[in-house]
């Protein structure tokens, strides 16, 4: 099988396909008297295994997984996997915390405090930079008061619950310019349909990913099976 027959096959290019050849995610072609690789279906269950393979782990894991598959470090391979899912399963709690630490947030109404916070007060509250609350200030996410006397930002109840809420949104992956649509949504109306098309999107992703890992797996053992049987030559059949 020329290049081009397995770049077809895979609508990919040629040129692709010897790139794939070169970074070890193939196993090794042997070459024609004219000095051609030539690729077997070996070669094209592998091709099939890290196509799947990076679509939940991502290029650079996929092709280490290759790499580790085809020098016969399966050991290597299966660390990497683990590792994927163990990020996975991370992820799914930390979406599942701030789902309910925004829920909890977002229908709660700021009770009366005796005193407000300066920038330094919240971000030691938050956890975060001064100048990250300096930043969501110039986004419109955050709102804060000036001190009449000295000009500094003072930060109300109001502000502080925001600013708690970016911190949970920017922990999930959500980006600025949809924390300021989803606060101002949140202070117009009370209502959390931001908030809801937010985390459906974020399972949906998760999902997702799920998914592509277990059709990768099923693609790499396939492959792992077919270098079972093939012995050391494979390549060349």
């Known amino acids: 099988m020329r290049p081009v027959d397995l770049a077809r096959e895979h609508g990919l290019s040629a040129q692709a396909i ?3 050849d070169d970074a070890g995610i193939l196993p090794p072609a042997e070459r024609s008297d004219t000095g051609y690789r030539q690729y077997t279906r070996l070669h094209a269950h592998a091709l099939r295994a890290f196509l799947a393979l990076r679509a939940g782990h991502g290029h650079r894991p996929a092709m280490e997984i290759m790499r580790s598959v085809n020098r016969g470090d399966t050991e290597s391979a299966y660390r990497l996997i683990d590792a994927a899912h163990v990020d996975l399963l991370a992820e799914r709690g930390a979406r599942a915390e701030v789902a309910s630490a925004l829920a909890a947030l977002s229908t709660a109404t700021p009770a009366p405090s005796g005193g407000l916070l300066s920038v330094g007060e919240l971000a030691h509250r938050l956890g975060v930079h001064r100048a990250t609350l300096r930043s969501w200030e110039a986004e419109g ?4 008061g000036r001190d009449r006397a000295t000009g500094y930002r003072t ?3 109001d502000s502080v619950r925001d600013a708690e809420i970016a911190r949970q949104l920017r922990r ?3 980006p600025l310019t949809r924390i300021v649509r989803f606060l101002d949504s949140l202070r117009e109306t009370g209502g959390t349909d931001e908030l809801r098309a937010f ?5 949906d992703r998760l999902n997702a990913r799920s998914r592509h890992l277990l059709s990768g797996a099923a693609q790499l053992d396939a492959y792992l099976s077919l270098l079972g049987g093939a012995g050391p030559a494979a390549s060349g059949r």
């Open 18 to 20: 010897r790139n794939y």
């Open 199 to 203: 985390l459906d999107a974020w399972q």
């Open 172 to 174: 999930g992956g959500y």
């Open 141 to 144: 996410i955050l709102r804060p």
């Open 155 to 157: 930060y109300g109840p």
